[in-house]
T-cell receptor, first 116, second 114 residues
Framework: AQSVTQPDIHITVSEGASLELRCNYS??????LFWYVQSPGQGLQLLLK??????LVQGIKGFEAEFKRSQSSFNLRKPSVHWSDAAEYFC??????????????FGKGTKLSVKP | EADIYQTPRYLVIGTGKKITLECSQT?????MYWYQQDPGMELHLIHY???????EKGDLSSESTVSRIRTEHFPLTLESARPSHTSQYLC?????????????FGEGSRLTVL
């Protein structure tokens, strides 16, 4: 069965420091991978997605993620964190079944705190 | 900016009451979803619809029901609310395409049942 693991429940970084949020997935077919961000009291917003092609994808707000098939990972990175990046981040995996659409599976999320 | 709206944003009700959470989208998306979100847990899919008059149960069993009479509207109903239904409910939609994902989310409805 497909699954998504986000090993870090809560991460705190200093403003201006670099960030990496980890995501590992388990899926037999070619996955489609996503990162979403959720600010307090809000819904989820898509940060970036990987379907195929270049394994390094760029997203909004200066985020990027790299798909590594050999490690079943899709880690999210940002070179310099801003205080407004404090939020919860969700990794998700989906799939194309060739005739029907698979629904997304989400990880448990990683809460990011940013200290001044 | 996603054009998907949920009402109410917050609701506190007593046990046994019937409630309906509204969800509307103006993007013309065929696919719509309801997720349940609890702190520290994955988002769990409880219902989805791939078009008008099409509804399916998701991965997480739920006592709620849904309907899809119009493309833009996907309400969720609890006939008799219980404290175990206390949670945040997120509505989402996506285009009809071969790819899974690219969900657009509403801001959520936080339900508290006393």
């Amino acid at each position: 069965a497909q699954s998504v693991t986000q090993p870090d429940i809560h991460i705190t970084v200093s403003e201006g420091a670099s960030l990496e949020l980890r995501c590992n997935y388990s899926y037999g077919a070619t996955p489609y991978l996503f990162w979403y961000v959720q600010s307090p009291g809000q819904g989820l917003q898509l940060l970036l997605k990987y379907f195929s092609g270049d394994t390094l994808v760029q997203g909004i707000k200066g985020f990027e993620a790299e798909f590594k098939r050999s490690q079943s990972s899709f880690n999210l990175r940002k070179p310099s964190v801003h205080w407004s990046d404090a939020a919860e981040y969700f990794c998700a995996v989906g799939a194309w079944y060739g005739g029907s659409q698979g629904n997304l599976i989400f990880g448990k999320g990683t809460k990011l705190s940013v200290k001044p | 900016e996603a054009d998907i709206y949920q009402t109410p944003r917050y609701l506190v009700i007593g046990t046994g009451k019937k409630i309906t959470l509204e969800c509307s989208q103006t993007m013309g998306h065929d696919k719509m979803y309801w997720y349940q979100q609890d702190p520290g847990m994955e988002l769990h899919l409880i219902h989805y619809s791939y078009g008008v008059n099409s509804t399916e149960k998701g991965d997480l069993s739920s006592e709620s029901t849904v309907s899809r009479i119009r493309t833009e509207h996907f309400p969720l109903t609890l006939e008799s609310a219980r404290p175990s239904h206390t949670s945040q409910y997120l509505c989402a939609s996506s285009e009809s395409s071969g790819r899974a994902g690219e969900l657009f989310f509403g801001e959520g409805s936080r339900l508290t049942v006393l």
